[in-house]
């Protein structure tokens, strides 16, 4: 078993962080650096799939989970539309390997992406 990640800490309480939504295996915290004026990130509540393409190989039911989380929370949040992002690889600037989306809405008609 793998040292518990950042996210796990928080889902389990011992670093406080507002849990603000969850469904059976999903859960979402607002992103402690924020990149848009909401910025969400959606997590699974178990750490077993590192990133995007492991857990799209081991359980896409899960990764459906985190899509509908993430459109709930972008109609709760702002006005329904949003950006997903999952960074796969610390070369593609992942940091923490627990595989999260990245859930960015409110304001983003402007964009170089
Ligand atoms: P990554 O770079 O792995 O795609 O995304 C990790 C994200 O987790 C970063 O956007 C970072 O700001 C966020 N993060 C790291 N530590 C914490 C924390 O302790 N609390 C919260 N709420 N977000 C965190």
Redesign the pocket.
């Known amino acids: 078993m793998s040292e518990p990640s ?2 796990t ?2 889902f389990t309480g011992e ?1 406080p ?1 507002e849990i603000i939504a969850q469904t059976e295996n999903v859960f979402a ?7 848009a004026p909401v ?1 969400l ?1 959606v997590i699974p509540k178990s750490q077993e799939y590192r990133d995007v393409v492991e857990l799209a190989a081991g359980d896409p039911d899960l990764l459906t989970e985190m899509i509908g989380l993430a459109n709930t929370l972008a109609s709760e949040h702002a006005d329904g539309d949003f950006r997903l ?3 796969r690889g610390a070369g ?6 627990h595989v ?1 989306a ?1 859930v960015l809405a409110g304001g983003l008609e402007e964009r170089s992406l």
Do not use: K
């Not at 915290?29 to 990149?35: E, T, Y």
């Not at 593609?92 to 390997?97: D, I, K, R």
């Open positions: 950042i996210f800490r928080i670093i962080s915290i607002r992103d402690i650096n924020p990149q910025h990130l992002i999952f960074n593609a600037g992942q940091t923490v390997f999260h990245h």
